[in-house]
């Protein structure tokens, strides 16, 4: 297969520099598989919900609307066939694991998958606040119970079943799943503000409780050993069709997304980072990277056909027709509902998730652009210097 980034990358070069220093340090030792001597990382952990969700979800699970992600035309793109991927193809997670010469990540819950190089613990519908919170405030109509507490408990799970326990945090079965891992952490919390929607539960308040609860699970994952930890944001939701369908014609923003939402998905943002901060200073042997999903959507938004695309806000697969091709109650996977034929052409794929293409570029700027901070080839350098 291809590769995703251009020959002359600063990422190729630096994995081809990366297996050199492992060529000539085994060299004189035992062989190495030909596969690991190309690999900066064996193996990656993802966390998150629909926009990074592998398979965790099958038709009638996840975010409310969207309950047929087990029918065509999902995964028509790529796969060709639907993979409970909430998409025509491949994710941002699925890019990154092409890009480390790393096979695509299986689901946790299919318990049939090779998990040699790693497990995807995203699921859709996922929230960064508990789901017991939304069960006090009446909201847990048709929404799924996991949160990111559930991914940490699957984690563990398999810690176990790897044969690391917190009880002995430096046997070599621990260091074994933590030292050449990469632990990617997909953008969660979006769910939480559309969850509360509509209701008394202020902004402020879903923002507070989620980066609080988010803010655990990192520390969680970097005291059990984390050392390389990628941190995605929040996109620009306000530009999803959902918000346009939803949101009055005249809360608009200079790029003609929903303004109050991209505000408050910003706000969000300045605190995630302020609170990253805080936890490289206190896990100072970590690196922690944070890929700005709200610029990276944001950029594409403002010039789409750098990117060879041409619809900003509608829905590749929908009903409705302009200007959102989008209905709520009849969303992609519906028997009624058909596809358009250049996908590679939308920023949107269904509504609310986005198409392979979007994926990609989005991949592109975190792995190889420089909408990561610090940036991802930091990470790797970090990680060549610390085999």
Same mark, same amino acid.
């Given at each position: 297969?291809? /590769?995703?980034?251009?020959?002359?990358?600063?990422?190729?070069? @630096?994995?081809?520099?990366?297996?050199?220093?492992?060529?000539?340090?085994?060299?004189?030792?035992?062989?190495?598989?030909? $596969?690991?001597?190309?690999?900066?990382?064996?193996?990656? #952990?993802?966390?998150?919900?629909?926009?990074?969700?592998?398979?965790?979800?099958?038709?009638?699970?996840?975010?409310?609307?969207?309950?047929?992600?087990?029918?065509?035309?999902?995964?028509? $793109?790529?796969?060709?066939?639907?993979?409970?991927?909430? /998409?025509?193809?491949?994710?941002?997670?699925?890019?990154?694991?092409?890009?480390?010469?790393?096979?695509?990540?299986?689901?946790?819950?299919?318990?049939?998958?090779?998990?040699?190089?790693?497990?995807?613990?995203?699921?859709?519908?996922?929230?960064?606040?508990?789901?017991?919170?939304?069960?006090?405030?009446?909201?847990?109509?048709?929404?799924?119970?996991?949160?990111?507490?559930?991914?940490?408990?699957?984690?563990?799970?398999?810690?176990?079943?790897?044969?690391?326990?917190?009880?002995?945090?430096?046997?070599?079965?621990?260091?074994?799943?933590?030292?050449?891992?990469?632990?990617?952490?997909?953008? @969660?919390?979006?769910?939480? #503000?559309? #969850?509360?929607?509509?209701? $008394?539960?202020?902004?402020?308040? @879903?923002?507070? =409780?989620?980066?609080?609860?988010?803010?655990?699970?990192?520390? $969680?994952?970097?005291?059990?050993?984390?050392?390389?930890?990628?941190?995605?944001?929040?996109?620009?939701?306000?530009? =999803?069709?959902?918000?346009?369908?939803?949101?009055?014609?005249?809360?608009?923003?200079?790029?003609?997304?929903?303004?109050?939402?991209?505000?408050?998905?910003?706000?969000?943002?300045?605190?995630?980072?302020?609170?990253?901060?805080?936890?490289?200073?206190?896990?100072?042997?970590?690196?922690?990277?944070?890929?700005?999903?709200?610029?990276?959507?944001?950029?594409?938004?403002?010039?789409?056909?750098?990117?060879?695309?041409?619809?900003?806000?509608?829905?590749?697969?929908?009903?409705?027709?302009?200007?959102?091709?989008?209905?709520?109650?009849?969303?992609?996977?519906?028997?009624?509902?058909?596809?358009?034929?250049?996908?590679?052409?939308?920023?949107?794929?269904?509504?609310?998730?986005?198409?392979?293409?979007? #994926?990609?570029?989005?991949?592109?700027?975190?792995?190889?652009?420089?909408?990561?901070?610090?940036?991802?080839?930091?990470?790797?350098?970090?990680?060549?210097?610390?085999?």
């Amino acid at each position: 297969m291809a /590769s995703l980034f251009p020959a002359h990358s600063s990422l190729q070069n @630096i994995l081809i520099t990366f297996t050199t220093i492992i060529f000539l340090a085994s060299s004189s030792s035992s062989a190495t598989p030909e $596969t690991n001597q190309r690999r900066p990382f064996n193996k990656i #952990y993802a966390f998150g919900d629909s926009f990074t969700d592998t398979g965790n979800t099958e038709s009638l699970t996840g975010p409310n609307g969207f309950v047929h992600v087990s029918n065509p035309p999902y995964g028509t $793109t790529f796969f060709h066939h639907p993979t409970n991927r909430y /998409s025509d193809g491949r994710l941002v997670i699925d890019f990154v694991a092409q890009s480390l010469s790393l096979p695509f990540l299986p689901p946790y819950r299919n318990s049939k998958a090779n998990k040699t190089h790693g497990v995807n613990f995203a699921v859709a519908g996922s929230t960064a606040i508990n789901h017991e919170f939304f069960v006090r405030n009446n909201l847990s109509l048709d929404i799924t119970p996991e949160s990111i507490d559930t991914q940490m408990i699957w984690f563990n799970k398999y810690l176990e079943s790897q044969g690391c326990r917190d009880s002995e945090p430096g046997s070599d079965q621990c260091r074994e799943a933590f030292d050449d891992a990469l632990f990617w952490v997909g953008e @969660i919390g979006v769910n939480d #503000y559309a #969850y509360t929607l509509g209701s $008394t539960v202020s902004g402020d308040t @879903i923002r507070k =409780l989620a980066i609080y609860g988010f803010t655990e699970f990192l520390q $969680t994952l970097l005291k059990k050993g984390a050392k390389y930890v990628v941190v995605e944001s929040l996109p620009t939701t306000g530009c =999803l069709p959902l918000a346009m369908t939803l949101a009055p014609s005249d809360d608009r923003d200079d790029i003609g997304c929903v303004k109050s939402v991209n505000n408050q998905t910003s706000a969000h943002n300045l605190v995630l980072q302020s609170k990253l901060s805080e936890l490289r200073q206190q896990f100072p042997q970590a690196v922690i990277v944070y890929a700005d999903y709200w610029n990276a959507y944001r950029t594409v938004m403002e010039n789409p056909a750098k990117y060879g695309m041409k619809e900003r806000f509608k829905a590749c697969c929908g009903t409705g027709g302009d200007p959102y091709n989008f209905d709520v109650f009849n969303t992609c996977g519906s028997p009624s509902v058909t596809a358009c034929s250049d996908p590679h052409e939308y920023i949107n794929w269904d509504g609310v998730h986005l198409t392979e293409a979007m #994926y990609k570029v989005v991949a592109d700027m975190f792995v190889d652009g420089n909408l990561s901070n610090p940036p991802f080839k930091t990470l790797l350098e970090r990680r060549l210097r610390k085999p």
